[in-house]
């Protein structure tokens, strides 16, 4: 096109003063080149001083770069960028894939603009051609994808943007959440978002598992509902059922079969009754039907914590006495628990010759409380206890004894009719019993006061954690007396031993029984601490201190997560195979003295039945240990966290890994979501390429203007002018003798 004006520009601009003093240069050196040619006649002088000045203005012109300056019009580049969503779920479909589709459109968009290809992945990344893009194993994010083209991928030109995906997005547009941040993005964009979706609209053959609703916080005992959103696709309204599984750690707890006759979305209501507490996974699995495109998403998992709404405790007392009054007192002053005692009113130790029913307000329930109520307690007391008399042992192996190893507790308290005194060395129940028996010798009791000694897992064990302080704690039990304990007791093989009597015998013994625990007290004489030979005040601490050691000794009988030596920190929601987590785990109580350096050791177990992989960590110095864990097999996984060096009990916690990655979880297209992005960007909502036409993509045309600068200073032949007036003017002076 020709310029529509012209002009003439001084790129260097000196100033006035800077010109002055350019031009007076010029002129002495002009006057110089008069006064050096004083012998030559006036013609040859002349003829000197004309070439000495030209060669003078046009160095100094030289010096001030002119510029011949065209104003030229032009038509602006105009261009539409095209992103291909290439995640996961874009490998979708059957004869042609999504991915294959989105470069179809990308082609028919580029056969009537130009256009520059990008691939979202998210990031959007330039390609040489839609051809290049291929489908990625990531998650879509559309919104990261449009940012990042506002902020440093656009191209020349744009005039617009075209998407190009099947909706399927898991970014915080997918969350129904980051409408603001769209409209800011499609803000700073400027440009129309125009929207095209792929995929096929008809039902897929594929059962989804959506939302799974229920509390995160279950109750022990209680039913918990369970709420299942389901899409049966293109099975809805056909012949037959869907086999629908409630699991629990791995473990089957409820079948419920859903008519396929009917629409396709529908909302399954399932129960589950949770019996132990504590972590746990909550798995629904739909038995995947024939053809299904996919069964990955056939089973949602869901971590969830089990707690007991009240503890139900059974007390047997072989007699009435003070210990089992205060005992019982304590449990009755507990809220959270509900309580069943049963008393043998005349015991053994009454020497008077009566049928064991008869000892009884009633006859003793022995059926009723180990046959039919046993699985409804979670703790059973033997007070002092006699039991063989009453028939209980032959509920023992295959009652007691399993209630026992699927999470009950068990705590047996000594006396004149319990432990060796009782002649439980001859009962079912000692197998469970954390101590040993020394089958020798009359003496069963020891009369006379005595202070108990902690042994060296009994000083850092929070069972006996009386006070906080530790040198307050070993204080408290120096100044603690009992009057009278069991003798013959004897400690058994990997049960942990707290507390001593005065002949060095197992006092305090606990122990594990595979989910259950047990204990043995080998005195009832506790109560003694609620009237000690001191100052009111001591009287009440020592009430206190009688209270703590009950609490703690049936929270750790309970498991209860307080009491626990370290804290292990899990995510709360599946975690996407392949994906990298932090567990970690930081230590609690009298632990958390020691900080760093601590081992700690960590067995991850998948459930129900997987083999376990053990890892090891140390703490540092703010007493924390992480443990970097990779998501590999799909379901429910168990964590038993351990101190290396000591005898606490693991901490078990839990975490569920999913079936597949997000993208791969539902396929289902989603043209509402691409239909707020064309709402928010002002752009259209296309379902097929032919929808955009070049001016909704182009917009109209708009004509600028280049600005075209001739730099005739630079010009070579100004150089060459430059060097043919120096050489002839010196040319001259040698041929007229002045050289």
């Given amino acids: 096109m020709p310029p529509e004006w012209t002009q003439l520009e001084w790129t260097h601009d000196w100033g006035p003063l800077g010109l002055i003093l350019g031009v007076g240069l010029a002129l002495a050196v002009v006057l110089l080149a008069w006064w050096s040619t004083r012998p030559l006649q006036a013609r040859q002088r002349a003829i000197l001083v004309v070439l000495r000045a030209g060669t003078a203005s046009l160095l100094l012109a030289a010096m001030l770069q002119p510029s011949w300056v ?71 994010d559309l919104l990261a994808g449009l940012r990042g083209l506002a902020e440093g991928a656009r191209p020349p030109g744009m005039t617009s943007v075209v998407l190009i995906s099947d909706g399927r997005d898991h970014g915080a547009l997918g969350n129904g959440q980051g409408d603001a941040a769209l409209d800011e993005v499609a803000l700073a964009l400027g440009v ?17 598992v959506g939302e799974v609703r229920s509390s995160r916080a279950a109750l022990c005992r209680s039913p918990l509902p369970v709420d299942v959103d389901l899409d049966l696709g293109a099975f809805a309204g056909g012949d037959g059922s869907l086999g629908l599984i409630l699991e629990l750690d791995g473990v089957p707890q409820q079948e419920q079969r859903l008519m396929l006759d009917g629409p396709a979305r529908r909302t399954a209501h399932l129960e589950l009754t949770p019996t132990e507490p504590g972590p746990h996974v909550l798995t629904v699995r739909a038995v995947p039907l024939p053809g299904e495109a996919t069964a990955a998403n056939n089973r949602v998992h869901v971590p969830i914590h089990v707690v007991r709404d009240r503890i139900r405790v059974m007390h047997l007392a072989g007699h009435p006495s003070l210990d089992t009054r205060f005992l019982r007192g304590l449990l009755r002053a507990r809220e959270d628990v509900d309580l069943v005692s049963f008393y043998i009113m005349i015991g053994r130790a009454a020497r008077v010759f009566v049928d064991p029913e008869d000892t009884t307000l009633i006859p003793f329930p022995t059926r009723q409380l180990f046959e039919e109520a046993l699985a409804d307690f979670d703790v059973v007391i033997f007070h002092d206890f006699a039991f063989a008399q009453y028939g209980i042992d032959r509920y023992v ?24 005194a009782g002649g439980y060395e001859a009962t079912s129940i000692w197998p469970w019993m954390p101590v040993d028996l020394d089958g020798g010798g009359a003496e069963t009791w020891h009369e006379g006061a005595f202070t108990p000694k902690r042994t060296d ?42 507390l001593q009597a005065s002949d060095g015998s197992p006092l305090l013994a606990i122990g594990r029984r595979n989910k259950g625990r047990v204990a043995a007290l080998g005195t009832d004489g506790t109560w003694s601490w609620a009237f000690p030979q001191s100052s009111e005040r001591a009287r009440d601490q020592a009430r206190r201190d009688y209270q703590t050691l009950w609490n703690r000794l049936l929270g750790w009988l309970l498991r209860d997560p307080a009491l626990a030596a370290v804290q292990v920190q899990v995510p709360d929601q599946a975690v996407p195979p392949g994906t990298a987590f932090d567990v970690v785990v930081t230590l609690r109580g009298r632990a958390a003295e020691r900080r760093g350096g601590v081992a700690i050791a960590c067995i991850d177990s998948a459930l129900p039945d997987g083999n376990g992989r053990a890892m090891q960590a140390e703490t540092g110095s703010d007493g924390k240990a992480t443990f970097r864990l990779r998501a590999e097999r799909p379901g429910p996984h168990r964590l038993s966290v351990t101190l290396g060096d000591s005898s606490d009990d693991p901490v078990d916690v839990v975490y569920a890994v999913a079936e597949g990655s997000p993208e791969a979880l539902d396929l289902r297209p989603n043209p509402a979501l691409l239909g707020r992005i064309a709402q928010a960007g002002g752009g259209i909502a296309a379902s097929a390429a032919g929808d955009l036409d070049g001016t909704a993509l182009l917009g109209p045309l708009t004509l600028g203007h280049d600005r075209v600068r001739h730099e005739l200073w630079s010009h070579p032949s100004v150089v060459v002018l430059l060097l043919a007036l120096l050489l002839l003017e010196w040319w001259l002076r040698r041929r007229w003798g002045l050289v």
Wanted: hydrophobic content about 45%.
């Fill in 397 to 420: 192996p295959n009652r007691l004894g399993p209630w026992i190893e699927r999470g009950g507790a068990f705590l047996s308290i000594g006396g004149r009719g319990s432990l060796s």
């Fill in 70 to 140: 065209e104003l030229r019009p032009r038509a602006d580049e105009r261009v539409a960028a095209v992103l291909l969503d290439a995640s996961a779920s874009m490998r979708a479909g059957e004869s042609t894939t999504r991915i294959e589709a989105a470069k179809q459109a990308a082609a028919a968009v580029a056969a009537n603009v130009p256009i520059r290809a990008f691939a979202l992945e998210p990031a959007p990344r330039l390609v040489d051609a839609a051809d290049a893009v291929v489908a990625s194993e990531g998650a879509t």
């Fill in 192 to 208: 129309p978002i125009h929207t095209l979706i792929v995929g096929d609209d008809a039902p897929l053959r594929d059962v989804v």
């Fill in 457 to 498: 897992v009994g000083e850092s064990h929070p069972i006996t954690a009386l006070r906080d302080d530790r040198a307050e704690n070993g204080q408290a039990w120096e100044a603690s007396t009992l009057p009278g304990h069991n003798l013959r007791l004897l400690p058994r093989s990997g049960d942990p031993v707290l």
